[in-house]
């Protein structure tokens, strides 16, 4: 395994774990009284944009593509459609599950819907830019032994995380402490984006940490 790929990891997580950052700042500039609590909905569409951004940037440069020429138009725009419905498929199956698990069917509907967002952002996204709408490549990722590369490896890590992240989030809600952050959905959402920024750093160190005993497979 070549350590230039595991920099190229690891300097990738630093930017998506700037642009939250960013999500966090920078709005606060241009909009009165903007905060995570305050205005929880409005920044779980800034904190989307921003991580979705960065992630088609970095990961579409750092992916290997094929020569361009090889590639045409209607290929690409054919595997951009077939994404954007892969995302939406993803978003509503978050948003039924959050229904399921105890989230409330009528009175929050935008909260759970931009909850779904969030997460899908920092689960749905990376898996497309890096494995497109490719079903089998999906469950090949995460399988226990199908990662063919370092980018598939923190794949299955922020992921995982993230969604531990959420899980442990909900514990809060039920509770009787009458804090603002208990409200549905900010403790879940502030559960997967700790979540997800603690898979983005611990994924570069855990394999570097492990690079010897790792092999990849070519797929």
Known sequence: MKNADIKRLLYTHLL???????????????????????????????????????????????KRYPNPKNISTVHTWGISYVCKWFYFLCLFRLSCNFVLYG???????????LFAVILSTFTTVPCLCLLGPNLKAWLRVFSRN??????????????????????????????DW??????????????ATF????????????????????????N
């Open 103 to 113: 989230a409330p069917l009528i009175e929050l509907v935008l909260e759970t819907f």
């Open 16 to 62: 998506c774990i700037f642009s939250i950052i960013l999500s966090i700042f920078i709005p606060s500039f241009f909009l009165e009284n903007f905060s995570i609590l305050e205005t929880h909905l409005m920044w779980l569409c800034i904190c989307s944009v921003f991580v979705t951004a960065v992630n088609l940037v970095l990961y579409l440069v750092v």
């Open 178 to 191: 009458e804090r603002p952050w208990q409200v549905w959905p900010i403790s879940c959402t502030l559960g």
């Open 195 to 218: 979540g997800y920024v603690a898979g983005l750093v611990i994924s570069p160190l855990w394999i570097y940490w492990n690079r010897k005993q790792l092999t990849y497979k070519n």
């Open 146 to 175: 199908g990662v063919t590369s370092v980018w598939e490896n923190s794949l299955q890590i922020t992921t995982i995380s993230s969604f531990l992240g959420t899980w442990l989030g909900a514990f809060p809600i039920p509770l």
